[in-house]
C-alpha cells in the first residue's frame, strides 16, 4: 500500500499552504488553507493509499519552500508528474524559467514549437499542481502584464517582487 505524506504550513508571505507527497516525490502543493480539498483529491486520485499528517519529504519541501519566500534559493525537490503530455512539456518548459525572469504564455508555447498555443500554455499553467516548485508565476502576458495565477494575482505579484520583478497588473 502506498503511503502520501500530507502536511499543513504556515508559511511566510501565503500564510497556509498544503504539500502532498508519495516515496517518489511531491504529488501536490496547495496554496490557501483547503486541506480537506486536498485530502478528497488525493484520495479520489489514489484510493487505495494511506493517508499520514507529516513526515516523509513533507518535511524537506516545507523547510525548502520556506526558505525560498524568504528569499532563498527556488526549492529544490523530486516531483511526481505526467511523463508525457503537452502540459507536462509546459510544466518542464516553466521550471527551466530562472528566477527573477519571466516568460510570456507565447514565449513558452513557441518554445514548445507550438507557437498558436499560448492560451493553452495558460491552461497548463491554471493546472499546475506544484506552484512554488513550478513556478508559473513566471509565466506573464506577451505586454508584460500579470495575466492570471490561480492562488490569486496579489500572491503572484508578491512572488515576483520577491524575485525582483515588477510587473503591472
Known sequence: MQTIHVARLRVPLLGVIHIAANSHGLLRVQLGDHGARLEEELRARFPHAELKHGGGLTIDAGREIRRYLEGGPDPDLPTVLPEDSFTARVWREIARIPRGEVRSYARV?????????????????????LPLVIPCHRVVTTNRTLGGYTGGLDIKQK?????????AR
Open 109 to 129: 508555447a513557441k518554445n514548445l514549437r507550438k507557437p498558436l498555443a499560448a492560451r493553452a500554455v495558460g491552461q497548463a499553467c491554471g493546472r499546475n499542481p
Open 159 to 167: 512572488l515576483l517582487a520577491l524575485e525582483g520583478v515588477e510587473l
